[in-house]
């Protein structure tokens, strides 16, 4: 009993430290230039996730690995190795998982995020289906967008979970250390995204993301802590 009170304590004091801690978010904001690009886009910079978005720092560019022939979409060296062997295993098994995006710069991101604006959507709208520069899961790396190499009317469509990948996907990805970052009614209030996936299968990645976890923990999570 006292190992787990202290076990719950610290986690109280992680999680009051990290939502109480506004000048991580701005100091990102100043040090990576985005202050300009985010107050055009009307969003505060005063709170640790910026709606519903955390900050992440770009990917070092010697860490990053190509996994399509035309070295468009790059992820960090063992994230592409691993792709590389999960694609391989589904194409076995007549899946086609086709990489679309990984590793993006938060200048790719802010173009991706002002896209939106030209739709007439506020920036919390926007927020929902793409996180605002410096705050995308991309800029780590890590992430990946995938899609069905049979079924591009799905690209980037929640109709993608009905798709042969997609359930290739839940049923495979964790044998390669791939996760859904942001499923069906997830703590972040992010739109669901089911092409959206992220490589959790070292130390580097693991504590990149912990903090997302930390901040918004899963209902997994928490049933985890109070037992």
Do not use: C
């Amino acid at each position: 009993m006292v190992g787990l009170a202290i076990a719950l304590l610290l986690s109280f004091l992680v999680r009051t430290w990290l939502t109480s801690a506004p000048s991580a978010t701005v100091a990102t904001a100043n040090e990576s230039g985005l202050q300009p690009a985010l107050i055009k886009a009307g969003i505060p910079l005063t709170t640790p996730s910026l709606l519903g978005h955390l900050p992440y720092e770009e990917a070092p560019p010697d860490t990053l690995e190509a996994i399509t022939a035309d070295g468009r979409v790059r992820l960090r060296r063992l994230a592409a190795e691993q792709f590389t062997a999960m694609a391989a295993a589904a194409s076995s098994e007549g899946v086609v998982l086709v990489p679309l995006s990984g590793f993006r710069s938060v200048v790719d991101q802010e173009r991706v995020f002002f896209e939106h604006r030209q739709q007439g959507e506020r920036p919390t709208e926007r927020a929902e289906v793409s996180a605002p520069p410096g705050y995308s899961e991309h800029h780590t790396g890590y992430a990946i967008d995938i899609v069905d190499g049979t079924r591009s009317e799905t690209d980037l469509e929640v109709s993608f979970e009905t798709t042969p990948a997609f359930r290739w996907l839940e049923q495979n990805a964790a044998r390669f250390d791939f996760e859904l970052s942001f499923p069906q009614n997830n703590p972040q209030g992010l739109s669901y995204e089911p092409w959206h996936w992220r490589f959790v299968g070292d130390r580097t990645s693991l504590e990149t993301f912990y903090k997302a976890r930390t901040l918004f923990p899963s209902p997994g999570d928490a049933a985890r802590e109070s037992n």
